[in-house]
């Protein structure tokens, strides 16, 4: 059964820092992996997605990595913002479902 | 134009009792999932329906009854609330069911306190 991690659990940063995300897999099968955004309260707001035959994909400040035989995705953020301060999710799609890991909170300090 | 919306945001009950949440996607998707975020934020499917059809019914009890009007609808009914109920259901959808570039789109959560 696919498993999805996310590290760190929670991150602080000061304004303007360039900063990564981690989501790891324990499945290299997948078709796809998409990363979202959810904001207290709200639900969740898709960031970028990776089909399993990319490398990577960008979007403004956002970057999103993808290297399947080790399992691994990284979301970059450059110069952050307090704005960017949400619940940060990656989720591992296979054919008919999606993994979901718990999440990196991030707080960007003004 | 909200392009999943569900109701109600949120829902507190005592336990025992029947309810029932709402979700409506105007994308023109063909599959539509019920997910619930429980307290560590972990999201897991509970169900999918792809064409009106149950394509997913994961580990839930009988209590919860998905229900799919139509293509545009996804409802889910929960019978006989426990206290262990309680937490977040999120309704999403999706095009291109089965393929790569298929990508999901959420609701903004019902938040359910079973008391």
């Known amino acids: 059964k696919q498993e999805v991690t996310q590290i760190p659990a929670a991150l602080s940063v000061p304004e303007g820092e360039n900063l990564v995300l981690n989501c790891s897999f324990t499945?290299?099968?997948?078709?796809?992996l998409q990363w979202f955004r959810q904001d207290p309260g709200k639900g969740l707001t898709s960031l970028l997605l990776?089909?399993?035959?990319?490398r990577e994909q960008t979007s403004g400040r956002l970057n999103a990595s993808l290297d399947k035989s080790s399992g691994r995705s990284t979301l970059y953020i450059a110069a952050s913002q307090p704005g960017d301060s949400a619940t940060y999710l990656c989720?591992?799609?296979?054919?008919?479902?999606?993994?979901f890991g718990s999440g990196t909170k991030l707080n960007v300090k003004p | 134009d909200t392009a999943v919306s569900q109701t109600p945001k949120y829902l507190v009950t005592q336990m025992g009792n029947d309810k029932s949440i709402k979700c409506e996607q105007n994308?023109?998707?063909?599959?539509m999932y019920w997910y619930k975020q429980d307290s560590k934020k972990f999201l897991k499917i509970m169900f999918s329906?792809?064409?009106?059809?149950?394509?997913i019914n994961e580990t839930v009890p009988n209590r919860f009854s998905p229900k799919s009007p139509d293509k545009a609808h996804l409802n889910l009914h929960i019978n006989s609330l426990e206290l262990g109920d309680s937490a977040v259901y999120f309704c999403?959808?999706?095009?291109?069911?089965?393929?790569?570039?298929?990508?999901?789109?959420f609701g903004s959560g019902t938040q359910l306190s079973v008391l």
């Open positions: 994308l023109g998707h063909d599959t």
């Open positions: 990776i089909q399993s035959s990319q």
């Open positions: 499945d290299s099968a997948i078709y796809n």
């Open positions: 999403a959808s999706s095009q291109e069911w089965g393929r790569r570039r298929q990508k999901l789109f």
């Open positions: 989720a591992v799609g296979n054919f008919n479902k999606f993994y």
């Open positions: 329906y792809n064409n009106k059809e149950l394509i």
